[in-house]
């Protein structure tokens, strides 16, 4: 948290809070560049390789999605979260989880399970309350937003401004602001546009003498919830609280202020943000037969989730398919060349403090310990393939793995893409890389809210998405040759 | 209410009380018996006759539509949810609402502009809260249900029990319920048969000897909302205090028990039930060239709502399109032979209070009165036609009148149906009615929660239901013949 406190540190630290946001813009916009794919020049050897594995591959997807393994992943991840609730950076829960996962892991059999420490932020939620106070008095659901201050002791009272959008905002004079709290009320373009008013509102107001920020939830379509995030307070502003409301509540008080209403609102809240902590990435391997140590493929998710729902979706998912993926193959006795790892990361809703503290204890000896870096963040819906980031030359093997999918008809390739929020840490400097794509066109829905719950999983789906990481990652781990990739110092 | 405490009225009251979820349940399953509609024998004149309204129905769709009206009716349902909020039995909303209207009423130049008093419902939420305790801490978002009592002070402590049906619920002995909270997780089929639970549950689990139940939502998708709703006390049970939790803390709650896991849960509930008040319906008219207080053409929707969301969809929408069709058939100087009458009824969500306080007031002269009833409480999404309750005759005169709806693509035709759940006071006995056909498959997502809002209307969608609206309700009222009816006395 001190190393914020310089500009250029500062500036590191936010653009990492929200590249999942720019991400999941560039998701938005990307185009799978496949005729530059038709350009690649592979060995007949390596294609020949390469295509061997498809009776492994197809043996690996039938017993976890019809076999013996099936419906397992969703069974554990639904004991996960039944067991733990949400589990926020900082919280006694996340950490009981990680005792348990490890516990878990230990008894699938895993080798070197152990965790890592990682020093992570501890923002806590505490009495929270908004309230339409006039007109008429209406309570307005809603969440405090990570790193947000709370307000003193009894709350604010103040009058309401509200605005579409930042350039509406920008017109508007310091002494109209002052004192009043600001209504963002953005509408939903894509996550990674409209997450802005989330992450810089209160900062942009404050410069005008907001005294708090209330925004539209961060979703295309709602029924009554609020959803939570982070939010970055800039460099010098004055902190003042910041929450998101629903979406249903946010354009109405935008109806009202343009129709020239005075409406005053009542907020409170007793949110904190203490000491930091010390969390744990949570890890176990499936020992290479040839490499242990070095040239290692990581399949990965976090564990950790915002304090609301249950983080089933977010990312408990992705958590699960990469031990998972792990533990049914070493159930099948499938050892590969290289280790496989997974890695269930810590504290990445508050800026991938786990990844990143990950990144620093391995780097001394980085490009030769790591081979290839999986993540899945963004739901374990119905699969259709993997994403790409890396070289030319990994990117031609990894266009010829993807293939192998075709049992689970989940060939999709795309790329670029950064790889996922986590490894990012890895992938923006040359290391290989890929995501999980799926069916998560109502991701944004759940998000952060309420709704993050078993309720969005799918067994057979969780079957197919593990199938998918197991094959994926076996075949990386057992190719001939390593990944290639570029990495920059 | 005293009424209700003899053992038969309190059974029609109970069943008024259900009557809209029944009928949800019939709409479910019922066949459109177009076969039966070929059997029609109508006179040459009188399908000419009908025929011939088409050019008066196309204008009236495209000035609703595509001309001077469109938008007008979502802008005013904006203004008067906006406004004045939720309105709920009792409230003062609900009376600010009801004098709003007649207000605006005026202003849009409507006739016999008035209100008819009706006794309704005095019951009030209180502070409400349910928290899992063991074994752990988890707020579990809740809603009480309408006359459903409070618990005693300082909440109710006590031990769970989990079942997903009435049958696996009577399976347990007195001695195991005895004290405990029972959950009911049923599994969504239908509103018609998944609302039992919500209606019943507190009653069924009172016998053995519960302390209070939490029923899973009454809905099929959930973000994490819960809903709210009616539910009735049998005569003779202990009343205990009765609520709604989301779908997915339910479902949680049910893994958990079937688990094993022991569970404490602390429900507060502050709701009470007081006197019943004088609430009132809203009328307004566009009145005959040739009959003025007879043979009335009867359009409506009711105007109070759950205390929840703010009643956009349940049932502003029904209650704005039948009071727009009246203004615009009078802006468009489209005056018929036979009286209009809007009515926005009150107190629908407790059973229907307004409409039998109508139907009562009314019943003298009834038959001479009333030519026909339309009723939209299902939602006003993409118009898809009209449904039809009454005899074969009226059926044969419908079916013909719906066929004019094709510039609206709206043309569905369905029957039996009880034609509205109001307006069963009166088509349960032989008067004829319809009620809108819409799509609306989302309806009970947002049904009775914080989801009922503005963002669940469309003004495209609205105008074309008013359009519809004001277009059959023209012809029906505008007829050389009544409408045929055999009436129960």
Redesign the interface.
Known sequence: MEACRSFVLRFAFFALLVVPEVRAGVLDNRIDQFQLGESCNLSDNLLQEIKGYQSIVNKIISRIVDGEFAGQTWESL??L?????ARLAGSE?LEKAIDYVVEQMQHDQLENVHTENATVPHWVRGYESAQLVT??K?NL?MLGLGTSVGTPRGGIIADVIAVESFQEFEKLAAEQVKGKIVVFVPKWESYGKTVMYRSKGASVASKKGAVATLIRSVTP?????PHTGGQDYEDGVKKIPSACI???DA??IL??YR?GEQMTIHLEMEDRNLEPVVSRNTIGELLGTTYTNSSVVVVSGHLDSWD???GAMDDGGGALISWKAVTFLKAMGLRAKRTIRAILWTAEEEGYWGARAYKEAHKQNEKKEFNFFFESDMGTFEPKGLDFVGNKDAECIFREIVKLMSPLNATDFATPTDGGPDITNWTTRGFPGSSLLNKNEKYF??HH???????VEDPKNLDKCVALWAAAAYVVADLSISMPKDVVD
């Open positions: 639904a004991e979260v039944d067991t733990f609730g829960q007109p008429f209406r659901p379509f709602s029924i009554g919830s629903t979406v249903e354009e109405m109806r009202k129709r609301v729902g249950v829905w759940f809210s309420s709704g993050d719950s078993m309720a």
